[in-house]
């Protein structure tokens, strides 16, 4: 299973935003939205093998975990507002310490990065860097663990907590985030066939 | 300047969607939108050497060309409902036969896949196709333009149209065009540099 975990460091917690207002209002959860559909939706289809983290450090209710998991998540489509809408009514909820399941394929939690390597268990991890080393040329299994910052990258802490990791470049250009995930999905896409 | 075609088989071609319900009530306009984000934004933002044009041919205004330009477009901004509220306001205007501007830009005219080639003029042209050629191995100059479909692909007419150009693909995996946008751009970013 292939695993994305994306860090957003405004990005609210809580369900308290407004879906005609998502850029303003949500601490731009709307980039991260936009990575879980990079993650997981294909042309008429959602990949199975794909597990998403959302890391929301916005906002009061912060820090908390989402994690979409492609083998049981249902009603994920492409559009902005149907994701936001469907992260609104996850987040609506109270959170516990451990994730758990809130609609089909998505669970929840308080907690933030520690409580992600956690749940994670084993993999090779990867953390996206600009002046990392060139993804097309390294070995990368189909359970890799992919760390993407958003549009503030990483803080410090988050960097000495990942620093044992490989680094890892998608190109000469500093993209979007979501961008980024789908570059890394193609790479892995090519490997497996 | 590279140029990105994208042809909407059912994208609505006036204002008259519903910006809190785009999804639905736009023919899949967001899906094109998603395009315009891909091919013209990246992190903090706007890339000059790109034109998207975006062929219209849903509901009674059908068909219409929308062409933004990198060079001249503003207030561009990668969330959906931000991209739609500038076509609708762009969509809302009288179309001619000609294109021309409407907003900084955004240019807007009558007409179809045939009006697209009369703008492009000279430059290499390549039509996404997942049984084409690995764009790995190609040849691509930073002029090229690329036509993509959208969910519903490319009709017989449009193919007719499109069939001495060389058939490109970016991957085992049939996606999304907003993906096969942001393969095709990390492709020539990297050729560049």
């Known amino acids: 299973v292939r695993r994305f975990v994306i860090i957003g460091q405004t990005a ?9 207002d998502l850029a303003s209002s949500s601490g731009r959860l709307d980039a991260l939205l936009r990575c879980v559909r990079a993650a997981l939706l294909v042309s008429h289809g959602l990949r199975r093998e794909v597990l998403v983290y959302l890391i ?22 492409p559009d902005e ?7 609104k009514k996850t987040l609506a ?9 809130v609609r089909p394929g998505l669970s929840l939690c308080e907690g933030d990065l520690d409580k992600v ?22 070995e990368l299994p189909e359970d890799a663990v992919f760390f993407v910052g958003d549009h503030l990258g990483f803080d410090e802490a988050t960097l000495t907590c990942l620093q044992d ?8 250009v500093s993209l979007h985030s979501d961008d980024v995930v789908t570059l890394l999905t193609n790479e892995l896409d090519r490997r497996a066939g």
């Open 93 to 101: 909820v109270g959170a516990g310490p451990e994730l758990a399941e």
């Open 56 to 77: 929301l450090r916005g906002g009061p209710s912060a820090p908390r975990v989402v994690r979409i998991d492609g083998r049981t998540a249902k009603f994920l489509r």
């Open 165 to 172: 990791y490989r680094r890892l470049s998608v190109g000469p």
């Open 81 to 87: 507002r149907s994701l936001a809408t469907l992260l």
């Open 117 to 138: 390597l956690e749940d994670l268990g084993d993999g090779s991890c990867y953390v996206l860097d600009e002046r990392g080393h060139d993804v097309r040329g390294q």
């Open 12 to 20: 609210l917690a809580s369900g308290d935003f407004s879906l005609d």
